[in-house]
């Protein structure tokens, strides 16, 4: 296994991390405590997860579980602000009120006394954001949590919260958390820029496009059923498999086939290769898709096949690109 500084921090995490939003949902306790040891066991230190995951919390739970007292040698990343109930409008957000209690909920859950990494899940426009700093630094200080990062933020709300803790002389963010893959690399145009700049570790979800990008699915075929795409039905063919994602996934395999490796090094080792990604999470469901990621993420493209993907997936040249290489 390979490990990178989460950002400008002394982190040391997991180039591969492990996702674990299935926790709860398609895998059960026993499944999710046994996918934790194998994590492990593979050299995966970065668990993420969120409060909002597993129905009342139980991503966190299963994963507190699954870790016990092999807990010092993982690294913890969990998120806030996502809606925890329909009924009370402010059990959410990044208020100090809220984030307090919140953090709180988390520790019990995961059965422990700090969070490596306490994520903002999205922004919060009601909430200043000096609010939410100043609280998560009160837990930096009390030892509660030992870094703090954000999910979901546009490029102008990460250089916001960057100058505001600098100016303030509060701990900022070391991490940004978005949707980033060989199909969607919006993120390229400003948030990638400004973690570049701000030195912030970029840890992109959705690496695999929910599967899309593993090649187990086939153009013009429905999708294999029981996997996320065939449950997913028409929100999966907005969200991840629309018809120019499926084209662009065709070319990506006969490029994989000229260079004589698999899909899914590539998702992976592309992502790996950034300079600004971290650790790449990914989401399984069996300890065999762990076992793959964790080997995919030690491949790398050279420059040639890099070209041959820019071409292929690369956003339109509007004065934008691909992230400068160092």
């Not at 996918?35 to 507190?64: P, W």
């Not at 030992?146 to 701990?171: F, K, M, P, V």
């Not at 570049?196 to 570790?201: A, R, T, V, W």
Request: glycine share 10%; aromatic share 8%; net charge negative.
């Amino acid at each position: 296994m390979e490990y990178k500084n989460l950002g400008r921090s002394g982190l040391k995490v997991s180039v591969v991390g492990l996702g674990c939003m299935n926790f709860g949902m398609m895998n059960d306790e026993k499944e999710s405590v046994d996918m934790v040891h194998k994590a492990l066991d593979l050299g995966i230190n970065l668990f993420d997860t969120a409060d909002v995951y597993g129905e009342r919390g139980r991503s966190e739970q299963f994963l507190g579980k699954g870790l016990g007292d092999r807990r010092e040698g993982a690294i913890i990343a969990t998120k806030f602000a996502g809606p925890m109930s329909s009924e009370r409008f402010d059990m959410q957000g990044g208020s100090r009120r809220y984030i307090m209690q919140a953090v709180e909920a988390s520790l019990k859950r995961l059965g422990t006394d700090y969070i490596d990494l306490y994520q903002m899940h999205r922004f919060d426009g009601e909430t200043p954001i000096e609010e939410s700093l100043r609280a998560l630094d009160d837990l930096l200080h009390q030892g509660k949590v030992r870094y703090i990062g954000c999910s979901n933020y546009a490029a102008w709300q990460i250089t916001d919260a960057e100058w505001i803790a600098r100016s303030t002389n509060l701990n900022g963010f070391v991490s940004v958390q978005n949707r980033y893959s060989l199909l969607t690399r919006e993120i390229e145009k400003e948030v990638v820029p400004a973690c570049e700049k701000f030195q912030l570790g970029i840890l992109p979800y959705f690496p695999l496009e929910s599967g899309l990008l593993t090649g187990k699915y086939q153009k013009g075929k429905p999708a294999p059923e029981g996997s996320r795409l065939d449950q997913w039905k028409n929100f999966a063919a907005g969200a991840f498999s629309s018809a120019e994602k499926v084209d662009k996934v065709e070319a990506l395999k006969k490029v994989c086939e000229r260079y004589d490796h698999s899909l899914l090094d590539m998702a992976m080792g592309w992502l790996a290769s950034q300079p600004a990604v971290s650790s790449v999470i990914a989401g399984v469901t069996s300890q065999q898709q762990l076992e793959q990621n964790v080997q995919a993420g030690l491949w790398r493209p050279d420059d040639a096949e890099l070209g041959e993907i820019d071409e292929i997936t690369a956003l339109p040249d509007e004065g934008f690109g691909p992230p400068a290489r160092k």
